[in-house]
């Protein structure tokens, strides 16, 4: 790839992440959204010294400018639940010290990015994409008082919600994982191989509100962005209440999606079913996409930043996988009865060995697929994305299976 075009991915992602900050007022920027996760302004610092450390500091070994700051904003990702530190905003430097910080990076990176394998310069791209959708969770529990709506784009509430169809999916093998040639790819994703998998049926669309809300009416735990208003169930969507939409995915926690299959006699899917199901063909070869090789096209699903929110189950029918399964693919990642392992052949990348590494283990699950802000390019059949199984603000959707 020409380093001209990695340079204005790196550019569009910061004009994305910078989008998103300016959406939170200053006094906001120091509260915690999410009680696990650091302080909105952790993150204004991180992202900068993210790619400062990784690129400048560690792959060309520049001096430090300001090495309190490389190291405050250094890392800090998914702590255990009720290990988040104990400071206070007063610990943080003010929003002018940290975008002064960020500046400087900026202009340094810009600098020295010719010198900087390429590798390098596609870790900081998709670290910084991954941030843009973990910044969107945040915001999306922040107080609508404290976040500032961008123009408004129109909720599809009205979807029809479809039955709870199941597609034969035949027995077969599928690929998971990366190709050493096909480009860049996290550790995780290395090395590929083939599985087979024996004949199964998947749900064709997500599991919608409308097929939750029977669950949770027999005593099912209720999603942590439904809200009871009286005697209706409201959804908190990106920047406004709505009542339950009842045709969208419901997003979930491992653990809610696995109560709802155990209620309904079914399954979640294994990451190789995922795959066989989104990727797979009767010719035994797998597609780069459900939908075939084409790269990503808005009309094949909800994601790219087409909106905040997700559409309808039965939206985007372009996207339909080969065997007829509905948005494998965008609307909300899925989760997978995978727990996060590596594949044979792992290797930790030497400046960031704590990228995967840190999460194996029976407590984080694979997802797959993607949400309306997973940017395009992590969208490709390896990637692999993974939560802690009681992780209730990611945008993580599911389906069953029967064996
Ligand atoms: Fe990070």
């Not at 942590?224 to 979930?252: C, D, I, N």
């Amino acid at each position: 790839m020409q380093r001209a075009s990695l340079q204005q991915e790196l550019e569009e992602a910061r004009r994305r992440t910078d989008g998103l900050f300016a959406l939170v007022s200053p006094e906001a920027m120091y509260g915690r959204p999410i009680p696990d996760r650091h302080r909105l302004i952790f993150y204004l610092g991180h992202l900068e010294a993210f790619d400062w450390n990784q690129l400048c500091r560690w792959t060309l070994d520049k001096p430090a400018f300001h090495a309190s700051f490389d190291q405050l904003f250094e890392a800090g990702i998914d702590p255990a639940v009720g290990t988040a530190s104990s400071d206070t905003p007063s610990d943080w430097p003010t929003i002018q010290e940290v975008e002064g910080y960020n500046v400087r990076v900026r202009q340094e990176v810009d600098q020295a990015l010719e010198q900087v394998p390429e590798e390098m310069v596609h870790v900081a791209i998709e670290h910084r994409l991954m941030h843009v959708e973990t910044t969107a969770y945040l915001l999306h529990h922040l107080d609508s008082s404290e976040k500032q709506a961008p123009l408004p784009t129109p909720l599809s509430l009205n979807g029809q919600a479809p039955s709870e169809e199941m597609v034969e999916i035949p027995e077969g093998s599928t690929s998971l994982g990366r190709c050493r040639g096909e480009g860049f790819g996290w550790d995780n994703e290395f090395r590929e191989h083939d599985v087979f998998v024996p004949a199964f049926a998947m749900n064709r669309f997500k599991i919608t509100n409308g097929q939750y809300l029977q669950f949770v009416n027999e005593g099912g735990a209720s999603p942590a962005l439904w809200k009871r208003q009286g005697e209706q169930w409201m959804l908190e969507t990106m920047f406004q209440l709505v009542p339950l939409p009842l045709s969208w995915p419901v997003y979930v926690t491992h653990q809610q999606a696995q109560a709802y299959a155990d209620w309904k006699g079914l399954a979640l899917p294994t990451e190789a079913q995922f795959h066989r199901a989104g990727y797979g063909t009767p010719s035994g070869v797998d597609q780069q996409f459900p939908w075939g090789t084409d790269f990503v096209r808005t009309t094949f699903g909800n994601f790219d930043f087409q909106g905040w929110d997700p559409k309808p189950v039965t939206a985007d029918p372009e996207g339909t996988s080969t065997f007829g399964v509905a948005q494998l693919v965008g609307n909300g990642w899925e989760w997978t009865s995978t727990p996060f392992h590596p594949f044979e052949g792992f290797n930790p990348l030497p400046t960031y060995p704590g990228y995967s590494a840190r999460f194996f283990d029976q407590d984080h699950y694979v997802v797959k697929g993607g949400g309306p802000q997973t940017a395009g390019r992590l969208l490709r059949r390896s990637f692999r994305n993974w939560f802690r199984q009681g992780y209730p603000y990611a945008h993580t959707s599911f389906r069953c299976v029967k064996v």
